[in-house]
């Protein structure tokens, strides 16, 4: 994704990431100019680094058997600015832009979601994503057949940017 990205932006398009999480983008070397949102708060978390707040709450909240969670999808959709195509690239990052309605919705599916998921109530939410009025794209053909099987949906395999300088057999 990170790729994608920064090859986009260096063919001089507004390239903006708009994330959940704790600021992430260092590890990459961008050579375009992207602009990043991280709409959570944060704290520093000693061994841990910058912890959304949002995430601490939520784990408060299920530790004390309460009902109640914040909305993190919702924070995110708020977030998302004006643009031509909005990606999702996860199941949670998928309703944050089908609720956005920004820009054209894609969804840029890299794995069958549901098997990184005990949780039955996520392994859904998992499943509901392929619901929305997003185009999904997969970078791999078994994702293809898999998508278009399961949840009968037109899908188009695109691939995956890799950059070959840094990724070579050996």
Known sequence: ISETADILAKRGHLVTITSLGKKNEDWYDFKGKIKFIYPERTIHVPKRGQVPINIIINKVLRMLKLPFQVNRT????KAIPECDINIAT???TARAVARSKKGVGFYCVQHDETIFVDDLEEKRKAKESFRFDLRPFVVSY????FVEKEYNKKTYYVGSATNSNIFQPV
């Open 142 to 145: 078994w994702l293809k057949d």
């Open 74 to 77: 919702k924070i995110l959709s």
């Open 90 to 92: 996860y199941y949670p």
